[in-house]
């Protein structure tokens, strides 16, 4: 599976973890976070380079990092089509994507320990959406896009 990751400052550390184990699970991990060269910029820069990875077909899944997880996901949402949700344990990760369809999970570096990141990451990327039922909660959260554009 092709992963887009991505962190401001505060994440970086986690993300290198994180990026690192999905390395050596056989994933191929499309890094856009900061490097810790230079300044590291808001958050918002680096969710929208996952959110048009995901968005444009050129990754599968999302992975997204700051201090508490929140900021980082307002903003890859703020991209149409494209769910982010804050996950701080393994079963909200694998519901998001079960239920909801989301492409993209996040968390805080102030709030998760790296073994945790990695059970967070691994229940979410193990995931597939059910559709079913929730299929017809899916399309009503897409209603909500289309509306908003004035469709």
């Known amino acids: 599976m092709r992963i887009a990751i991505g962190s401001d400052g505060s994440g970086r550390a986690l993300k290198d973890a994180v990026a690192e184990h999905l390395g050596a699970a056989g994933h191929e991990v ?15 820069r680096y ?3 996952v959110a048009h990875l ?10 997204l990092v700051c201090g508490t997880g929140i900021g980082i996901s307002i ?20 519901h ?3 239920h909801n369809g989301s492409q993209i999970i996040a968390f805080g570096a102030f709030v998760v320990a790296p073994q945790m990141a990695l059970a967070i990451t691994d229940a979410f990327l193990g995931a597939e959406f ?7 909660r899916f399309d009503i959260i897409t209603g909500i896009e289309d509306e908003e554009a004035g469709c």
């Open 130 to 136: 059910k559709g079913g039922v929730y299929q017809d």
């Open 54 to 63: 995901i968005r444009d077909g050129e990754a599968d899944r999302g992975v």
């Open 96 to 98: 998001t994507r079960e």
């Open 75 to 94: 903003s890859a949402n703020k991209v149409r089509g494209i769910r982010a949700a804050v996950c701080s344990e393994p079963f909200t990760a694998r």
């Open 30 to 44: 499309v890094d856009v976070g900061w490097d810790g060269t230079g300044q590291a910029e808001y958050s918002a």
């Open 47 to 49: 969710a929208t380079q």
